[in-house]
């Protein structure tokens, strides 16, 4: 589904990814690990269409999206790629609702679509009761739960997570990792995820190992 291929990123006179390529499959929960300083989080934007690579190419299915102006990958990136960053990055003056329907309806959904497809995530995630409240008042696990559902009101192709449980405790830690793998259950959802915990990346289908800026290893877990 996903196929980066030789991937050059320099910044300034640092060459930060020298040749990096990987491949995600539908449906795959694949985990990005390697010592801090290996490129995972720059590969990870330029997946996301984020930062455009020096050299390389990034396809999804048969789209080379490098090949797009910035107008169409604005529109690509909305469509098709969900972020969870470690922090949840949620809008404080907005509530838990207007944030996760915040994506669908830049992408053009009617408010009433948009806000039923957030309220349908939301109480999936255990969240309806929370709708209302802004980000402040939700505990650290709840806001990135619901940064999850935001990643997904649009029912994208990938979901690209750095570090999401850096900042959590470890019973939300736990929850978290589990949310993943019922996602991938319940709506085939696929996820490649920058992550230093080992425990993580173990239960994943798959690692990418990488070291100074190339990938060493993608292999089955």
Do not use: W
């Not at 996820?191 to 990346?201: C, K, N, P, R, Y």
């Amino acid at each position: 589904m996903i196929t980066a291929s030789d991937i050059h990123k320099s910044f300034g006179d640092v060459e930060v990814l020298k040749g990096a390529s990987l491949s995600v499959s539908a449906g795959e929960i694949v985990a990005l690990v390697g010592a801090s300083g290996a490129g995972k989080t720059t590969l990870l934007q330029i997946l996301g269409t984020l930062q455009r690579p020096d050299a390389g190419s990034v396809v999804y299915g048969d789209k080379d999206v490098y090949g797009m102006s910035d107008a169409e990958l604005s529109r690509f990136r909305n469509r098709h790629i969900g972020f969870v960053f470690q922090l949840h990055r949620l809008l404080p003056e907005f509530t838990l609702v207007e944030n996760v329907a915040m994506p669908a309806l830049i992408g053009g959904a009617s408010l009433s679509d948009a806000r039923k497809r957030a309220m349908d995530l939301l109480d999936y995630l255990g969240l309806a009761a929370r709708a209302t409240h802004r980000p402040a008042q939700l505990s650290g696990g709840e806001a990135q739960r619901g940064a999850v559902a935001r990643a997904l009101i649009n029912k994208p192709s990938v979901v690209l997570a750095d570090e999401p449980s850096g900042s959590l405790d470890s019973r939300n830690r736990a929850e978290l990792h589990r949310l993943f793998f019922d996602l991938r259950r319940d709506m085939g959802a696929t996820f490649l995820i920058v992550t230093h915990d080992e425990g993580l990346a173990a239960e994943c289908d798959r690692t990418v190992r990488m070291a100074d800026g190339v990938v060493l290893l993608s292999g089955e877990n």
